[in-house]
Antibody, heavy 119, light 107 residues
Framework: QVTLKESGPALVKPTQTLTLTCTFSGFSLSTTGMRVSWIRQPPGKALEWLAR???????VYSPSLKPRLTISKDTSKNQVVLTMTNMDPVDTATYYCARTTIAAADDYWGQGTLVTVSS | DIQMTQSPSSLSASVGDRVTITCQASQDINNYLNWYQQKPGKAPKLLIY???NLETGVPSRFSGSRSGTDFTFTISSLQPEDIATYYCQQYDNLPLTFGGGTKVEIK
């Protein structure tokens, strides 16, 4: 079955760089049509889409966050990594990774990881 | 960015009631809209894709429709396990954007 799990630090300081890893199973990012996305959700607020990487290594980012985001994949490890630079307290959120269909529907999600930005 | 205006932000209904949530897109997004259910402390779950297609395994009491830039999500008969927050998401244009969510409670 398809599973995804996010990992990374629970606490980062302002101005630091956040690195999150999504480790998945049940599908391969080398298979045509497969995609993995990152979405975040500040406490008590709505979802915000961040970035996506495709099977062919195509990458797309939220324009407002693009200067700070980098998404990459390691197909052999079944992992997708998201880095976000210059972290700020407003970036405090639960960060989710999700498998995305070719129709851009996120059909499987990780459990999420809460990242708090505080000095 | 395409704005998704979702309403109401919350509602309270009785078990068995018909519940309707709407999302209005700020421009034409064709049928490129998904609906998700998020229970407290859990990740979202895909319910409807391409405006009206039911994801595999999702109960048939959930449905979606489109009229122009207005999208409707319906629960035909509210069940206790449907207590959650529901989000629409457009994927016609980057960045993908979500509605503000609708919290559904039992009266």
């Amino acid at each position: 079955q398809v599973t995804l799990k996010e990992s990374g630090p629970a606490l980062v300081k302002p101005t630091q760089t956040l690195t999150l890893t999504c480790t998945f199973s049940g599908f391969s990012l080398s298979t045509t049509g497969m995609r993995v996305s990152w979405i975040r959700q500040p406490p008590g607020k709505a979802l915000e889409w961040l970035a996506r990487i495709d099977w062919d290594d195509d990458k797309v980012y939220s324009p407002s966050l693009k200067p700070r985001l980098t998404i990459s994949k390691d197909t052999s490890k079944n992992q997708v990594v998201l880095t976000m630079t210059n972290m700020d307290p407003v970036d405090t959120a639960t960060y989710y990774c999700a498998r995305t269909t070719i129709a851009a529907a996120d059909d499987y999600w990780g459990q999420g990881t809460l990242v708090t930005v505080s000095s | 960015d395409i704005q998704m205006t979702q309403s109401p932000s919350s509602l309270s209904a009785s078990v068995g009631d018909r519940v309707t949530i709407t999302c209005q897109a700020s421009q034409d997004i064709n049928n490129y809209l998904n609906w998700y259910q998020q229970k407290p402390g859990k990740a979202p779950k895909l319910l409807i894709y391409d405006a009206s297609n039911l994801e595999t395994g999702v109960p048939s009491r959930f449905s979606g429709s489109r009229s122009g830039t207005d999208f409707t999500f319906t629960i035909s008969s509210l069940q206790p396990e449907d207590i959650a927050t529901y989000y629409c998401q457009q994927y016609d244009n980057l960045p993908l954007t979500f509605g503000g969510g609708t919290k559904v409670e039992i009266k």
